[in-house]
């Protein structure tokens, strides 16, 4: 099995950065004019737009979300690109292909006067005029600093084989040493007993993961926090978990049933996914896929207790997985979990707290067998009639 953490990739990648920006910062100022303006067309009898709620997410993520934007601003107004030259993952790789490029900025030591222009027109800062030096790998060849060249001792063109390399510098060694380091304490704290960073990894033993995501490691060795399934998530049940993965999977989204259920007709989150953490699935393939199964504890349960009427989790089972059987004119909740595919409706609308039926989630999703009805041929007692109101 694949060893590793994506803690940094989550946090400094900028395709994910943007995901989670567009998802947690931008959106909700549209959803407040769009708002705004609904009414104010309708005191106007104009029905245009429809009202928009604004989801609840854990206010450490919208933090997150608001001081990552805030420093790579401040980075960008103050040092330019030092966000995409520095700490970028993509930034490094591009880098890495700069600095071993056939054609690149250079400057001719001869007719350099050492004027300093370029290096202060240089968005990348990647020039030393009193040097004459060029690090290419931070370069994005804008060609700013040909153009301002009074002497035109700048020029672009294929460079020779034996040209040196600048010796490294220290400073960049101690910053890699580090870097790599903690990267390495992220890694050995997957292995139990290995590192006193494991409590911090596991928070939970099983947070529960979208279908798709095949289980809870592949997930979360793959998932980059982009949040484009939180996004159109339209039940609102996958949230992005700050620590509920520990440190290697901070900010990935988890699905929470407190916040809402895994609609069965919906596979949105399976077609969004673009780093594979969520692979594509089609809505009858999607319905089969079991990331959880139903736990329940009567001694919590109205019914038990009160010996009255509830029927709310068995109301709610797309797959009669939860349905009610009749004793002494009480309808008690009765289970197939092998039909149970961990949507999570059952503990949404649970009214005790704490829940008496909850999913337990599966490490390794399997698959459901066929909805009860179905696959039995027995159809079960649902709690409701014609002439009867909810039971609670």
């Not at 089609?282 to 896929?289: A, C, G, Y």
Request: hydrophobic share 40%; charged share 20%; net charge positive.
């Amino acid at each position: 099995m694949a060893v590793g953490s994506l803690f940094l990739v989550n946090i400094l990648d900028p395709f994910s950065l943007f995901g989670r920006f567009a998802t947690h910062l931008i959106k909700p100022v549209y959803y407040f004019f769009n708002n705004i303006l609904l009414d104010i067309l309708e005191s106007f009898d104009l029905y245009y737009l429809s009202p928009q709620n604004f989801p609840l997410i854990a206010w450490p993520v919208y933090l997150f979300a608001a001081l990552s934007f805030l420093a790579i601003f401040l980075m960008a107004f103050r040092y330019g690109r030092l966000y995409c030259n520095t700490l970028c993952p993509v930034g490094s790789v591009l880098g890495f292909c700069s600095r071993h490029a056939r054609y690149r900025i250079r400057i001719d030591s001869e007719t350099c006067i050492g004027c300093g222009r370029c290096e202060k027109r240089c968005k990348a800062h990647c020039l030393d005029a009193e040097h004459g030096f060029v690090d290419q790998s931070r370069c994005v060849a804008c060609f700013d600093c040909v153009g301002v060249c009074p002497t035109n001792a700048i020029t672009y063109g294929a460079m020779k084989k034996s040209i040196k390399n600048p010796a490294p510098n220290p400073a960049k060694r101690k910053m890699l040493t580090q870097t790599l380091t903690a990267g390495s304490l992220l890694v050995l704290a997957r292995f139990p007993g290995q590192s006193l960073l494991a409590p911090l990894i596991a928070k939970k033993n099983k947070p529960i993961t979208p279908p798709g995501s095949i289980s809870l490691d592949h997930f979360v060795q793959s998932c980059t926090g982009c949040h484009l399934c939180v996004d159109v998530c339209y039940s609102r049940v996958l949230q992005p978990a700050f620590l509920d993965y520990g440190l290697q999977g901070m900010l990935q989204p988890v699905m929470d049933f407190g916040s809402g259920k895994c609609a069965y007709d919906c596979n949105l989150c399976t077609q969004a996914c673009p780093s594979g953490a969520i692979l594509p699935l089609s809505l009858t393939e999607k319905q089969k896929v079991q990331i959880g199964k139903v736990a329940f504890e009567k001694e919590k349960c109205i019914v038990y207790t009160k010996k009255r009427d509830c029927g709310a989790c068995a109301e709610v089972c797309p797959t009669h997985a939860v349905h009610t059987e009749t004793k002494e004119n009480v309808r008690y909740p009765a289970f197939k979990p092998d039909s149970c595919t961990g949507c999570g409706a059952c503990q949404n609308v649970c009214p005790v707290n704490p829940k008496a039926i909850w999913v337990e989630g599966l490490r390794v999703h399997q698959k459901a067998a066929p909805p009860f009805m179905q696959g039995q041929g027995k159809t079960p007692e649902k709690p409701k009639g014609p002439d009867e109101e909810f039971p609670f």
